[in-house]
């Protein structure tokens, strides 16, 4: 039972921070769009792709 509260509570955090990245990375775009691109706005966008694609994967193995 534990394994399985504990399961869940782990869902949860993971389902949380993939809506703040997702977020971020909208907010990002439309701050950028308004102040223009940069080296900086195109790496920061790129990790936090990177990271919603990590944490999506690993909502997909959770569900087993």
Known sequence: MRKYI???QHKRYV???LADLRWECVNTV???????FHN???N?????GC???KYER???LLKF
């Open 30 to 36: 439309v701050t950028s769009s308004a102040t223009g």
């Open 58 to 60: 690993r909502m997909r």
């Open 15 to 17: 389902d949380r921070y």
């Open 44 to 48: 920061h966008l790129e990790a936090v």
């Open 6 to 8: 504990r399961k869940i």
């Open 40 to 42: 900086g706005v195109d």
């Open 51 to 53: 990271l919603i694609r």
